[in-house]
């Protein structure tokens, strides 16, 4: 989705680079991974759970924030986003 506009950062947490390169390797993440080697940018989100997903429109405005394991890549999941997608395109669309 990303021609649409969707972008996506993993953000790991407090791991060693040499196993986060493992992992991304191993799992065929395509997504740019970001490592929050102290723990600031957990710290400074929140975060109390991985997965933690946090969607931020292009404003940066948080959108919706979503704890643990989600369906992102079925039906529902591609529909919302595509929703919070065509809504970003669109200036006049209702927020």
């Given at each position: ?7 996506v950062?993993?953000v ?5 680079r040499?196993?986060v390169?493992?992992?991304v ?5 395509t997504?740019?991974v970001?490592?929050?080697?102290d723990?600031?940018?957990?710290e400074?989100?929140?975060v109390?759970?991985?997965p933690?997903v946090?969607?931020v429109g292009?404003?940066?405005t948080?959108?919706g924030?979503?704890?643990?394991p989600r369906?992102?890549?079925e039906s529902a999941?591609r529909a919302?986003?595509?929703?919070l997608?065509?809504a970003g395109?669109?200036?006049?669309a209702?927020?």
């Amino acid at each position: 989705m990303g021609k649409d506009g969707l972008a996506v950062l993993l953000v790991n947490v407090s791991e060693p680079r040499e196993i986060v390169v493992r992992a991304v390797a191993a799992r065929g993440y395509t997504a740019q991974v970001l490592l929050d080697a102290d723990g600031r940018v957990t710290e400074a989100y929140r975060v109390q759970a991985t997965p933690t997903v946090y969607l931020v429109g292009r404003d940066g405005t948080l959108l919706g924030r979503a704890v643990g394991p989600r369906p992102w890549t079925e039906s529902a999941g591609r529909a919302l986003l595509t929703a919070l997608l065509r809504a970003g395109l669109d200036p006049g669309a209702p927020r």
